[in-house]
């Protein structure tokens, strides 16, 4: 099913993704979460990947939750669909976003966008070269904290810069 609406799709999929956190034990509360959640799921798997950078944006500003119960693993399966150029472009210009998310689903973005190759990287790193010093200082740390520590240690170390040529950077990790 496709995105009719993409504000309305989009306002639902914030509210429905910002899942409730430390749910009382109380069988009517674990059911509206379990509601919510599945709704969640539904609106996520209305993207086809045939959408534009602003489904990308939508997607990485819906996992705010720290604790998601494995609903966001539908959200970066969905992330995986996209043309490698749409999933830099928007996860570059999901930046803010990207500061403001719990770590965990930030380095998930990051490494796929990584993973998928000089494309992604190239159209992430356009979009990183662009933003203010000071922006480029935030994200540079968050992308640094990755690298250091979790989901970028690997080859997918040193990928993300922003005035490094893409294709110089994915074949510098080969």
């Keep these: 099913m496709a995105i009719r609406d993409f504000e309305a ?19 009517e509360a674990e059911e509206e979460v379990e509601e919510q959640a599945e709704r969640y799921r539904e609106l996520v798997k209305e993207v086809t990947g045939r959408e534009d950078v602003e489904v990308v944006i939508a997607l990485i500003a819906s996992m705010r939750a720290e604790e998601d119960e ?20 928007g996860a570059g210009l999901a930046w803010e976003t990207l500061l403001s998310i719990p770590k965990k689903f930030s380095g998930q973005v990051l490494y796929e966008c990584c993973h998928r190759g000089a494309e992604s990287i190239g159209a992430f790193n356009e979009v990183y070269a662009s933003l203010q010093p000071e922006a480029q200082r935030l994200l540079g740390a968050l992308i640094n904290h990755h690298e250091t520590s979790t989901w970028l240690s690997g080859p997918e170390c040193g990928l993300l810069r922003p005035v490094r040529d893409a294709f110089e950077a994915f074949f510098d990790s080969l």
């Design 70 to 89: 494995g609903a966001y693993d539908d959200t970066i399966e969905t992330l995986e669909i996209f043309p490698d150029l749409v999933l830099g472009r």
């Design 9 to 27: 799709w989009r306002a639902e999929l914030l509210e429905a993704g910002d899942l409730p956190q430390d749910v009382p034990d109380d069988p």
